[in-house]
């Protein structure tokens, strides 16, 4: 009988033919999906209403392995959930087998093979590209050094027009309080050589958009983690009279991905210099802790974009040390209700409250950027009702499809309309999801595709 390590054994393991080396196992045990390459034997497996993923590998292996998704759950990053190990497994001859991990199934994902299977979309690779560089950054930053950063070893899960990436290998990680910058370095190095090699046999089998080069996808993975890692980290100082920049580095934030949770604002003794570094946090949570400060329940996105006002208001006001909830009272008192109360009565119906006070934000950033000095709420609220909320026409009730809406040009300035010109799209298992139609397709644009699809064009006719 082999031996079962797991904090939550599921009973109708012990039945499955532990005596057979994973590889010969009957194909009624088996689930057939798709996974990427692995130097491992890896089978999916289905017991009783749940799938798991086996992967056979040495004891000393296995049993790190499943520490180390262990306290990368507990960290709440991403990765595939560790459900146990099986170890002292013998065929009948006595001769010993390897140990198998075995980690829960991540449903609705896919390896990066299968992206690429029939062809995929440029924007498509974009994306896929964002969420691999998402995703390392995350795990440096809770001190986790993968060891072998690969798509290979990543799995995809679509996230409302974007990718999102889990760490599905963590056979080589290790798990440091603070990763040094070499340890930063060495890891960026070993997906410089695995990511170009997995760009380039994909560019072999015909799978890889001819406008899309490896080395270029390559340079650009490592000069996005290296952008991402700079806002999420680096200490940003200014004089006293930029506090608009303040906003401007929450934005960027958001803009990369990455919601704040807070930001970590010192001040010198004069009050002249104002350093300040931000502290991230995942989505999901933002619309609770506002309606628990302030009583407004208000959609997700609009709530994050409150809570972040609400950390510059406490700034502004050089309230860091005061008790939150006092904070948040003030801020409902002198920013929230005061530009609502500064909204004509007949215009009121034209947005809902919270996204008035989100667009008078925006108004006002953009206003603050363009006079080079920090414009007030009440100047900006006037400039916002008669240039932007005079001219909107009511809310409408029912939203018109997304096929209607379009694609923006750049999802995070609407101003700039919507993209033109789209192109056939080959088949992707993701994009073609008939549960998927109704989605606003937006993606960020990092890379620039136009440029791109013109020297593509270019070559071809010199061709």
């Known amino acids: 009988m082999p031996r079962f390590l797991s904090a939550r054994p599921d009973p109708q393991l012990i039945t499955l033919p532990w005596d057979k080396p994973l590889e010969d196992w009957p194909t009624d045990n088996l689930v057939a999906l798709p996974r990427g390459i692995s130097r491992h034997v890896v089978r999916f497996v289905r017991v009783g209403k749940e799938i798991y993923a086996f992967k056979e590998v040495v004891e000393h292996l296995a049993r790190h392995e499943y520490e180390m998704l262990r306290d990368l759950n507990r960290l709440a990053t991403p990765s595939v959930e560790p459900f146990g190990v099986v170890t002292e497994r013998y065929d009948p001859d006595g001769e010993v087998l390897d140990s198998v991990l075995i980690t829960k199934h991540l449903q609705f994902s896919l390896p990066y093979r299968s992206l690429f299977n029939r062809g995929v979309r440029q924007d498509t690779v974009n994306r896929l590209v964002d969420a691999m560089v998402v995703l390392l950054a995350r795990l440096h930053l809770v001190g986790f050094l ?52 997995e760009f380039l046999d994909v560019e072999a089998g015909g799978l890889l958009d001819e406008s899309l080069d490896p080395q270029t996808l390559v340079e650009t993975i490592e000069s996005r983690y290296r952008e991402l890692w700079a806002e999420l980290t680096e200490v940003e100082e200014f004089d006293g009279s930029e506090m608009h920049r303040i906003e401007g580095r929450v934005r960027r934030l958001n803009a990369l991905g990455f919601d704040v949770a807070e930001l970590d604002i010192t001040t010198d003794f004069a009050g002249s210099t104002v350093r300040i570094q931000p502290k991230v946090v995942d989505a999901g949570h933002h619309t609770r802790r506002l309606l628990r400060l302030t009583g407004l329940d208000v959609e997700e996105n609009q709530a994050r974009r409150l809570l972040n006002d609400l950390d510059y208001f406490r700034a502004q006001t050089d309230q860091q040390n005061a008790d939150e909830a006092i904070v948040a009272h003030q801020w409902l008192q002198q920013r929230f209700e005061p530009v609502l109360a500064a909204i004509p009565s007949d215009l009121r119906g034209k947005l809902e409250p919270a996204q008035i006070y989100h667009e008078v934000l925006d108004h006002r950033w953009f206003e603050s950027e363009r006079a080079g000095h920090e414009i007030s709420m009440p100047d900006a609220t006037k400039s916002y009702v008669r240039t932007v909320l005079r001219n909107l026409p009511d809310e409408q009730v029912e939203v018109p499809d997304s096929d209607e809406l379009g694609r923006l040009e750049n999802p995070y300035d609407p101003s700039q309309g919507f993209a033109d010109g789209e192109q056939d799209k080959p088949y992707d298992p993701w994009e073609d999801d008939p549960a998927a139609e109704t989605e606003a397709d937006v993606q960020p ?9 013109r020297r593509s064009a270019e070559r071809q006719k010199q061709a």
């Open 445 to 453: 644009g990092f890379l620039d595709i136009e440029a791109l699809r």
């Open 146 to 197: 993968w060891g072998d950063v690969s798509l290979s070893n990543t799995l995809f899960r679509r996230d409302a027009g974007s990718f999102a990436a889990y760490l599905v290998d963590a056979e080589t990680g290790e798990l440091h309080e603070e990763l040094t910058d070499g340890q930063r370095e060495h890891d960026l190095s070993i997906a410089r050589t695995n990511l170009f090699g």
